[in-house]
């Protein structure tokens, strides 16, 4: 049975610094990756999807990180913002199409 | 093109009610997948629809239901309401087969309270 684990459960950082945020998962056999943003009370963001062929992925200020073989993904969020105070959700993708997520990271930037 | 709608927002029901929570899909997607996420914790999968067929269901117990409508819209009835069943309820739509490697992309939730 696939088991997602986010590592650590908070994260408080000043502004201006790096923010790393890491999952794993027990069976390597997954199709993607998908890392969200929840935001209080609201439904989830996506940020970046990584296919299970892939090393990592970019989008601006994020990067994400897949190894397979270790089953870990890791968050990075290069020169945090007060904005970017959020829950972070990794999610594997299994061979139904099911998502199976982390319980997520909470993440407070202070200005 | 719009996003993933859901209704209603917020929902409030009472020990051994009924619920019917709506989803309308991303134009264009034909796959619905049902979540659960109670607070403080990540979503848990319900259960799947692909063209209107339900494909694939997690763990959850036979009162929860789906359907999905030929405008690949949803809903998720829950019955016999239980006081465990407070939680944000996702929706989530993607294009192509379920097993296509495609984001999901996620309505705002529904906030169901039962006391």
């Known amino acids: 049975k696939q088991e997602v684990t986010q590592i650590p459960a908070a994260l408080s950082v000043p502004e201006g610094e790096n923010l790393v945020l890491n999952c794993s998962f027990t069976?390597?056999?997954?199709?993607?990756l998908q890392w969200f943003r929840q935001d209080p009370g609201k439904g989830l963001t996506s940020l970046l999807l990584i296919q299970s062929s892939q090393r990592e992925q970019t989008s601006g200020r994020l990067n994400a990180s897949l190894d397979k073989s270790s089953g870990r993904s890791t968050l990075y969020i290069a020169a945090s913002q007060p904005g970017d105070s959020a829950t972070y959700l990794c999610?594997?993708?299994?061979?139904?199409?099911?998502?199976?997520f982390g319980a997520g990271t909470q993440v407070v930037v202070t200005p | 093109e719009t996003g993933v709608t859901q209704s209603p927002t917020h929902l409030i029901k009472t020990r051994g009610q009924q619920v019917t929570l709506r989803c309308s899909s991303q134009s264009g997607h034909n796959t619905v997948s049902w979540y659960q996420q109670a607070l403080g914790q990540g979503p848990q999968f319900i259960f799947q629809?692909?063209?209107?067929?339900?494909?694939g269901r997690g763990n959850f117990p036979p009162r929860f239901s789906g359907l999905q409508f030929p405008n690949y819209s949803s809903e998720l009835n829950v019955n016999a309401l239980e006081l465990d069943d407070s939680a944000l309820y996702l929706c989530a739509s993607s294009s192509d087969s379920p097993n296509a490697q495609e984001t999901q992309y996620f309505g705002p939730g529904t906030r169901l309270l039962v006391l």
């Open positions: 999610a594997v993708k299994d061979s139904w199409g099911k998502l199976q």
């Open positions: 069976d390597s056999a997954i199709y993607n």
């Open positions: 629809y692909y063209r209107e067929e339900e494909n």
